[in-house]
């Protein structure tokens, strides 16, 4: 069991540039969540999904696009970098909403450095 | 909107000293409250919860009590260790189908010997 995992752990973009980043769970979560670490912001929430097919945007949203094809799978995607989203992405899943007793697990995260 | 206002850090103890990291939070409804820590190089891991006013949230030592009156959630611990250098991040949600968390800023604790 290995939780939700991230890929790549580490990325460095020039501006303009395209990539995806891939988070995987194993815990049969029908929630799963896309946020940004800044310092001295927290996480804020970029994309969210409630099931397999299904997105919603979450605080932070424009410049990022998200799948969710397969209920295992959360893609996040950037179409063309800018530096202001040099960040560390994390992943997250939760079996239910964040509500009442229900965790939201998160993975390792990935370094994301725009030039 | 929802609000999670941490103190501010970095906060640096000797080991065996008395913790406390204050939060405080803005919200309608009833809330959850939650504390997430998050270790060097790791991702979030929860690290307490309560869900209703004056219910008290433990583990590791650590303890935080939910007071509605004051909106508070404040996290403590009596004697820490290095182990527990980290970062210790405050968070709500609300109810009414709210399936997002709200975090706070985050607090950088350091643990000398």
């Known amino acids: 069991n290995a939780g939700v995992t991230q890929t790549p752990k580490f990325r460095v973009l020039k501006t303009g540039q395209s990539m995806t980043l891939l988070c995987a769970q194993d815990?049969?979560?029908?929630?799963m969540y896309w946020y940004r670490q800044d310092p001295g912001m927290g996480l804020r929430l970029i994309h969210y999904?409630?099931?397999?097919?299904?997105?919603a945007k979450g605080e932070v949203p424009d410049g990022y696009n998200v799948s969710r094809l397969k209920k295992q799978n959360f893609l996040l995607g950037l179409e063309s970098a800018a530096p202001s989203q040099t960040s560390v992405y994390f992943c997250?899943?939760?079996?239910?909403?964040?509500?009442?007793?229900?965790?939201?697990?998160f993975g390792p995260g990935t370094r994301l450095t725009v030039l | 909107g929802d609000s999670v206002t941490q103190m501010e850090g970095p906060v640096t103890l000797s080991e065996e000293a008395c913790l406390t990291i204050?939060?405080?939070?803005?919200?309608?409804?009833?809330?959850?409250l939650f504390w997430y820590v998050q270790y060097p190089g790791e991702g979030l891991q929860l690290l307490l919860k309560?869900?209703?006013?004056?219910d008290k949230g433990s583990n590791k030592g650590f303890e935080a009590t939910y007071r509605k009156e004051t909106t508070s959630f404040h996290l403590e611990k009596g004697s820490v260790q290095v182990s527990d250098s980290a970062v210790y991040f405050c968070?709500?949600?609300?109810?009414?189908?709210?399936?997002?968390?709200?975090f706070g800023t985050g607090t950088r604790l350091t643990i000398i010997p």
């Open positions: 815990m049969n979560h029908e929630y």
């Open positions: 204050n939060c405080t939070y803005t919200a309608t409804g009833y809330p959850s």
């Open positions: 997250a899943s939760s079996p239910r909403g964040a509500g009442v007793n229900n965790e939201q697990f």
């Open positions: 999904s409630v099931g397999e097919g299904t997105t």
């Open positions: 968070a709500l949600t609300g109810n009414f189908g709210n399936e997002k968390l709200t």
């Open positions: 309560a869900t209703k006013a004056d």
